[in-house]
Structures are given as structure tokens and as C-alpha cells.
């Protein structure tokens, strides 16, 4: 059992708890044996998921050794782990804070600092532009390179009538990018009603703000990994 499993156990159930995930979406974790491979749990709601539930999958997204049922949308992780070396932790939700920046003229942006890693753009996945016959999922590899794609070199993309895909540099990393993309989302639609125009942050003020916010990500990561895995054995 690796720390990075426990991790990624952890990571499943902070993202339950902070309804970024419901009984649907995943979290994947680059391996750190080969940086081809993924691990993810096998399809299961991630309240519920375990160490044991963790599958190792190969570049091409299929499980190593290992017949239990995968995520049908695990596509979408071993496209982006391919295309972004820079990648090394990706979470898929279906946040529903979301869904309207993927249905309309309204661009999501950074509209307060915990956010700011929108600056580099949220760019909107538009499915039929691959696929007209679809059922929106990213179901296999052609959808997920393109969905990686539009990805970009972006730290968020959304996926229009679907929801929202987040990497990071690891756990902390991405988790605390889905929790304040999905903050950021229901703020930027109440400001929406106030007047405007919006000030949001500048790409400047962004780019500081991430920096300074990747400095401290390991802060939240322990409170929410104690909320959700309860106390480290020792720690009392
Ligand atoms: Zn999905």
C-alpha cells in the first residue's frame, strides 16, 4: 500500500465531501513507477472508494492485469497524462456549477484569487465537433485526445451539457483546483446579477496569485484529508 494510493484514496472522498463528486466523475494519479501509467479506482462511486478499489491502467487507458469493470470515461485521463507531461493529476466532474459557462456566451474566469489558475483560459469542449452522433461521454480514445486537446496547455476545461475536467501537479494540487473551480463558478454567476461590468483578476494578478497559492496548497489538502480519512494513526 503507497502513500500515493492512500492519496488517492483520500483525494476520492475530499472531492465526495466537497460535492465536486457524487456518485459520478473520477480522480486519477500519474503512477510514480512509470510515468506512461495511471492509477485510478475501478468504477465505483468515490464516497466509497478504497485502496483495494485501485486499479493501475496503461497508456492507452485499460487496466494491467486486472478485470474488474474500469470507468467508462477513463479515456480522458490517459489522453491528457499523453499530451501533458507537465500532468500529474487529473479530476472529471459533473459539477453542476458549472454546466452553465458550457452552455452559453458567458467565458468562465478568475473572479477572485483562490481561482486564479483560470487565468490561462477555460476553453469548452464541444463533442459534436468530433463526433455528431454522441451520448456526450468521453467513451474512447478519439474523444479523449480531442478533449485533451482543447485542454490545451489550460489548467480547466469544461465539456459542454457535461461538466468540467481539472489537471494539477499532483493530488493537492488538482483537488484544490476542482473544490475553487466550482467555487469560482457560483460566484462569477452572483456577481452575475449584481451590476456590472465584472472585474475579474488580470492574467498578471493570476499567474502571481498561483504561484503564491501553490505555496500553500499542502494546508488545505490536511484539513480536508483529516475531514474526510479522519486522524493520522499517531497523531494523538
Ligand atoms: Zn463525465
Known amino acids: 500500500m503507497s502513500d500515493l494510493h492512500i492519496d488517492l484514496v483520500a483525494a476520492n ?12 466523475g473520477h480522480v486519477s494519479v500519474r503512477s510514480d513507477r512509470k510515468p506512461g501509467h495511471f492509477f485510478m479506482s475501478r468504477s465505483l462511486a468515490p464516497q466509497l472508494v478504497k485502496v483495494s478499489d485501485i486499479m493501475e491502467h496503461d497508456a492507452d ?17 490517459g489522453e491528457i497524462y499523453r499530451q501533458r507531461p507537465d500532468v500529474m493529476a487529473i479530476v472529471h466532474s459533473h459539477s453542476d456549477a458549472v454546466i452553465p459557462f458550457g452552455v452559453t456566451k458567458s467565458a468562465m474566469k478568475p473572479i477572485y484569487h483562490m481561482a486564479s489558475f483560470l487565468y490561462s483560459g477555460v476553453p469548452v469542449f464541444e463533442i459534436r ?23 490545451g496547455k489550460c489548467n480547466c476545461v469544461l465539456m459542454r451539457g457535461h461538466g468540467m475536467t481539472v489537471v494539477g501537479d499532483g493530488l ?3 483537488v484544490f483546483r476542482a473544490v475553487y473551480t466550482q467555487v469560482n463558478a457560483r460566484l462569477q454567476t452572483a456577481a452575475g446579477h449584481l451590476q456590472g461590468p465584472i472585474e475579474f483578476l488580470s492574467e498578471e494578478e493570476g499567474k502571481r496569485a498561483t504561484v503564491t497559492n501553490r505555496g500553500t496548497v499542502e494546508r488545505p489538502w490536511e484539513l480536508w484529508k483529516m475531514k474526510a480519512m479522519g486522524p493520522e494513526p499517531g497523531s494523538r
Do not use: C, Q, W
Not at 13 to 24: P, S
Not at 62 to 67: Q, T
Open 129 to 151: 465537433r468530433t463526433r455528431a452522433e454522441n451520448d456526450l461521454l468521453i467513451r474512447d480514445h478519439e474523444l479523449g485526445r480531442d478533449l485533451a486537446k482543447s485542454l
Open 13 to 24: 472522498r475530499i472531492l465526495a465531501m466537497e460535492n465536486v463528486l457524487d456518485g459520478y
Open 61 to 77: 487507458s485499460e487496466p494491467v492485469g486486472d478485470d474488474r469493470k474500469p470507468y467508462l470515461e477513463r479515456f480522458l485521463h
Open 172 to 174: 493537492p494540487e488538482v
